[in-house]
Nanobody, 119 residues
Framework: QVQLVESGGGLVQPGGSLRLSCAAS????????MGWYRQAPGKQRELVAA???????NYADSVKGRFTISRDNAKNTVYLQMNNLKPEDTAVYYC?????????????WGQGTQVTVSS
């Protein structure tokens, strides 16, 4: 089974930056697609950024050009670099690990890390 632990959240001013990390257990990290989701109070959980096992990325329109997702398979870690943060980015950010369709395994979620953007 896979365990995910997020870190790097906190309180920042608008225009500031944060780097989130998600450390995964297991030796098969490299075959999982990884994603960052966020959920604000009263809102649906939304996909922020995703990266496939092959390194292809996808971003929500609201963060495109400001956020960058990356992965280091040797460290079993996925990152989310967040620049030019806005108050609308305030949410709990969750890391997700999704196995390929041919691999019979579950999808996993971290417990989340709070990001607050405020003056």
């Amino acid at each position: 089974q896979v365990q995910l632990v997020e870190s790097g959240g906190g309180l920042v001013q608008p225009g500031g930056s944060l780097r989130l990390s998600c450390a995964a257990s297991g030796s098969i990290f490299s075959i999982y697609a990884m994603g960052w989701y966020r959920q604000a109070p009263g809102k649906q959980r939304e996909l922020v950024a995703a990266i496939t096992s092959g390194g292809s990325t996808n971003y929500a329109d609201s963060v495109k050009g400001r956020f960058t997702i990356s992965r280091d398979n040797a460290k079993n870690t996925v990152y989310l670099q967040m620049n030019n943060l806005k108050p609308e980015d305030t949410a709990v950010y969750y890391c997700n690990a999704d196995p390929p369709s041919w691999f019979n395994a579950l999808s996993y979620w971290g417990q989340g890390t709070q990001v607050t953007v405020s003056s």
